[in-house]
């Protein structure tokens, strides 16, 4: 036989296979490359570690190869899943890592129902493995966790780097380390090191798996094609080579004088597709369903892969045998997890008048009995989880509520409260034309931020404006990279428009390295439950406004800002429950500002503006005399100024008649100190600009 290479960095291909079962090789020279490049002298001792465990391995199965199935010793591993991520899909939620570990469990156990697809010649050797995934409740600090450990860092699209690794490592010797990332290179959906390749105290902080967000779980960003990545992986992490042996290249002639070191996995040359009468090494037929093959639809481990797994884990190379041990279960939590956190979360924190929020329990652990009090004098209690875990609950009256949870295992009570948590919107707040320079009160009644970050968000600052005195600011200079701040609107009365129109200032530099910042606007028509991305800028392209720099950004003058004019068509949008959102995703850029958002619709008050054939400006403003009226791109045009109130009547048509572009004295009419809206037409177009009263 070929000599097999002991020091591969064994990775998934297998697993990268996509709907239409593409296949992703994996490159292990290159990982191999890499692991000696980092640690001098590596390939050597890497060799000998190996070969130790190998010895071991043998010793071990002649001794257990007769203990199958039933009376065997259930090994149970802490594990953390460390999400690398910059706040885009790869930020996967909780339940497709608890699926993961659902979907390992069901793997290692044979409690996978699909056992019944396996073909007759292997149904007696396949194998429950008695080795079980929890995730762990206490981190090295003996804190509490959830087991899934979250860091931003654009490294999540390196996932093959190292250092990504570097960014948050726990003691190998007391978990299953496994990193989740948005790239591999060259396609790879996932990898890991044999434990002989990792065994020595300088390997230990890159022993574990890396894996893609979309091969963790079988729902979210991945797929049930996708959901036995991570079996595969923990295969490679517990000493098991592919089938055809230590290559990651199948389908070659040569696989055939490989081997795995495993008894019963028949020689194969590896298999890309699910071909269940495939023998391509001869007579006997390949185990294609092995989850260590290539294929699409691996469903089983063999006896002989169970033992030598279980060889892995009861020798000291890399620590293995300290990972289930009575000691470390207790220090990692899984063999009693505490009652540590009560929180929840919920799909949206504002809604309309009689619709529905649905409450998801994140408390951690072990939870049994659950009380609920919604805040608007509904509660709700009781220990059937389908009942009372996640509740969904009907909002009947505008306002903003606390919500309180309280938690208990049956010997411990936890309670959160998130104050003002819940806004519950009337529908038609607020009248088109809307105007907001952020020269009032701060947020008043038609806006709302949400910051689950609890970092910088959205706030008023004096030190810049497009126009007026004040704008909106996000520092985002000092935002971790991969947060996002939402801000929305309340509820427009939008019924009967024909068109909507957003209008908008705003101001960005990128730092002198460009980042990929996001700003989007989005659309409602349902008060919130779903929303259109109307517009996206990125700090790559059609985001910055002003030069680049690493200080933090202040826009110094209007030549620093720039403004556009939206124009939304959907008649789902017509209606008394129209709201838009504004949010900002940093990934490392400078500083955003906001001014002069004006939201209104031709056919509610008459007030529209697409882009206009003239400019016009009036100034100064705020005031509490006469203004300035000054215009441009006109010569002897008809047109009519009148003046709006916040709500949109009518207050006074102040001129209507012929102009040239220049300067022009207008007599502001007696009005109550305020907002107002200026509105100029012309031949059918339309301009408006937000006048403050004093």
């Known amino acids: 036989m070929k000599k097999l290479f002991f020091l591969v960095a064994l990775l998934s291909p297998f697993m990268g296979l996509t709907q239409d079962h593409t296949t992703f090789y994996c490159g292990q020279l290159s990982a191999q490359r890499r ?43 802490p594990v953390v899943f460390h999400i690398i991520h910059q706040g885009g899909a790869e930020n996967i939620v909780d339940s497709q890592v608890f699926e993961a570990i659902d979907i390992l469990n069901r793997d290692y156990r044979k409690l996978n129902s699909d056992t019944a697809l396996i073909v007759d010649a292997f149904q007696d050797i396949a194998a429950d493995c008695g080795i079980e995934f929890r995730l762990a409740t206490l981190d090295p600090n003996g804190e509490c966790t959830s087991g899934i450990n979250r860091i931003s860092s654009d490294l999540t699209f390196t996932g093959d780097d190292p250092a990504m690794k570097e960014l948050s490592y726990w003691p190998r010797n007391s978990y299953l380390n496994i990193w989740v990332c948005a790239t591999i290179s060259d396609g790879v959906a ?64 040569d696989n055939c004088d490989m081997t795995d070191y495993v008894d019963d996995t028949p020689q194969t040359i590896g298999w890309t597709s699910c071909n269940l009468t495939g023998a391509s090494c001869g007579s006997t037929l390949d185990n294609v369903q092995n989850y260590m093959e290539y294929s699409y639809c691996s469903r089983m481990f063999t006896e002989g892969q169970r033992i030598r797994m279980r060889a892995a884990l009861t020798s000291n190379t890399a620590q293995r045998n300290q990972l289930w041990t009575t000691a470390n279960l207790q220090e990692t939590g899984v063999s009693n997890p505490p009652l540590c956190v009560a929180q929840f979360d919920v799909n949206m924190t504002s809604v309309c008048v009689g619709d529905s929020v649905y409450f998801t329990d994140a408390s ?18 009781g220990n059937d989880p ?32 998130e104050t003002s ?24 009644d038609h806006w709302m931020g949400v910051n689950s970050n609890g970092d910088e968000t959205w706030e008023i600052t004096p030190s810049a404006h497009y126009s007026g005195d004040r704008c909106l600011k996000l520092r985002n200079y000092s935002i971790d990279s991969g947060n996002t701040d939402e801000l929305y609107t309340a509820t427009f009365d939008m019924t009967g428009a024909d068109t909507i129109f957003i209008s908008y200032k705003w101001a960005y530099a990128n730092r002198t390295s460009t980042t990929d910042d996001k700003f989007r606007i989005s659309a409602s028509g349902d008060c919130g439950n779903s929303w259109v991305i109307r517009k996206l800028r990125k700090g790559t392209t059609n ?22 004019i939206m124009a939304l068509n959907n008649v789902d949008w017509y209606n008394d429950r129209f709201r838009v959102k504004f949010d900002f995703t940093g990934l490392g850029g400078n500083n955003f500002y906001l001014d002069d958002i004006n939201i209104y619709a031709s056919g509610v008050s008459g007030v529209y503006q697409p882009e206009p054939l003239f400019l016009f400006n009036v100034y100064p403003n705020p005031s509490s005399e006469n203004m300035t009226l000054e215009l441009g791109y006109l010569n002897q045009d008809k047109i009519t100024v009148e003046l709006y109130n916040a709500t949109g009547q009518l207050c006074s048509t102040i001129y209507s008649g012929a ?10 009419p007696d009005q109550p100190a305020g907002l107002y809206n200026l509105v100029l037409r012309k031949d059918g177009h339309t301009a408006v600009q937000k006048l403050i009263f004093e």
Not at 425 to 443: C, H, K, N, R, Y
Not at 543 to 564: I, K, R, V
């Open 190 to 253: 996932g990898f890991s090191n044999l434990p002989g390749n990792v065994a020595s105290n300088w390997a230990a902080s890159e022993d574990g798996i890396v894996i893609r967000s979309d091969y963790v779980g079988s729902s979210g960003t991945s797929s049930t094609l996708r959901s036995r990545s991570l079996t595969h992986e923990v295969g490679h992490w517990l000493n098991l080579y592919h089938p055809w042996g230590g290559s990651n290249e199948p389908g070659l002639a």
């Open 659 to 668: 102009v040239n572009a220049g300067k022009q004295q207008i007599t502001i």
């Open 421 to 444: 948590f819940m806004t519950v919107l009337d529908t038609a707040m607020i009248q088109s034309p809307f105007v907001e320079g952020f020269e009032g009160v701060w947020p008043g």
């Open 543 to 564: 985001l910055p406004t002003a030069t680049a720099t690493n200080s933090q950004f202040t826009p110094a003058n209007t030549d620093d800002w720039s403004g556009e």
């Open 35 to 77: 692991l000696f490049h980092h640690h001098a002298g590596a390939e050597g001792e890497c060799r000998m570690n190996q070969e130790i465990l190998e010895e071991y391995t043998r010793l071990y199965t002649e001794n257990e190869e007769n203990q199958r199935g039933g009376g065997q010793q259930i090994y149970i591993i």
């Open 386 to 417: 389908l009942i009372h875990k996640n509740p969904v609950h009907q909002y009947n009256t505008p306002g903003v509520y606390s919500v309180t949870l309280q938690v208990s295992n049956g010997s411990q009570d936890l309670t959160t409260t």
């Open 364 to 381: 951690y652990h072990n939870v049994s009995e659950w009380t609920w009090d919604f805040g608007d004098g509904a509660t709700l209690s």
